[in-house]
């Protein structure tokens, strides 16, 4: 499956709910397994980012639903990367 890095900012509504984070990460993981991925990894973060998860899901429909219901509850923003592993990345590197 795909693996993609989401860079998560607190909103100001994240903030004033900081005490519920660990739930509301639970509920994440929860999402992302029911749509049929897994979280990976999911670690608050110092500096720029408050918080950092890694997803492993069978399309980007499946990540882009997960997120767009994840912000939607107002706590978060997100940025989106899609990562690729040694083996993707060598059959990337024999295209060129």
Not at 13 to 36: H, I, L, M, P
Not at 64 to 74: I, P, Y
Request: hydrophobic share 35%.
């Amino acid at each position: 499956m795909p693996t993609y890095v989401v860079l998560i900012k607190w909103t100001d509504q994240g903030v004033k709910n900081d005490r519920d984070t660990v739930q509301r990460a639970r509920q994440y993981r929860s999402d992302v397994e029911r749509r049929g991925g897994k979280l990976s990894s999911f670690y608050w973060t110092q500096g720029q980012y408050d918080m950092v998860s890694v997803i492993e899901a069978p399309d980007e429909q499946m990540v882009m639903a997960t997120l767009l219901a994840l912000e939607s509850l107002g706590n978060v923003r997100t940025q989106t990367l899609r990562a690729f592993n040694e083996t993707e990345m060598e059959t990337i590197i024999q295209k060129m």
